[in-house]
Nanobody, 118 residues
Framework: QVQLVESGGGSVQPGGSLRLSCVGS????????MNWYQQAPGKERELVAD????????AYADSVKGRFTISRDNAKNTAYLQMNSLKPEDTAVYYC???????????WGQGTQVTVSS
C-alpha cells in the first residue's frame, strides 16, 4: 500500500519547537522529491519547504526561512521538518507530499495539526 504518514504535530507556545516526520511506504522513497505544505484555517494549502530526492537541494517559503529546516533519511524512508521559533501564524495542518522525479506523480499524507498559542 502506497502511503505517507505524518506525525509530530501538537500544541506549543510561541517561540517553541516541533519536529514533524513523514514516513513513506509502498514506493521507492529515494525516487521522490519531498515537500511540506501548510494549510491554515480558511486558507489555501501553501508550500513551505521542499527537498530533492537525494537531499542535496532544499528550498523554503520566505515566511519560514531561517526558522524551519527540511531534511530526509532515505535509509528510513522518512522526511522531517524541524520547526523552530514558532509563531501563532504557523498554526496549520501540515502535509507532506512525495513527487516522482520523472513521472511527477504525487503521493499525499493525511496531515498533522500544529497549533502555536500561548
Amino acid at each position: 500500500q502506497v502511503q505517507l504518514v505524518e506525525s509530530g504535530g501538537g500544541s506549543v507556545q510561541p517561540g517553541g519547537s516541533l519536529r514533524l516526520s513523514c514516513v513513506g511506504s509502498g514506493f521507492i522513497f529515494n525516487l521522490y522529491n519531498m515537500n511540506w505544505y501548510q494549510q491554515a484555517p480558511g486558507k489555501e494549502r501553501e508550500l513551505v519547504a521542499d527537498i530533492s530526492s537525494a537531499g542535496g537541494s532544499t528550498a523554503y517559503a520566505d515566511s519560514v526561512k531561517g526558522r524551519f529546516t527540511i531534511s530526509r533519511d532515505n535509509a528510513k524512508n522518512t522526511a522531517y521538518l524541524q520547526m523552530n521559533s514558532l509563531k501563532p501564524e504557523d498554526t496549520a495542518v501540515y502535509y507532506c507530499k512525495a513527487t516522482h522525479i520523472l513521472r511527477r506523480t504525487e503521493i499525499w499524507g493525511q496531515g498533522t495539526q500544529v497549533t502555536v498559542s500561548s
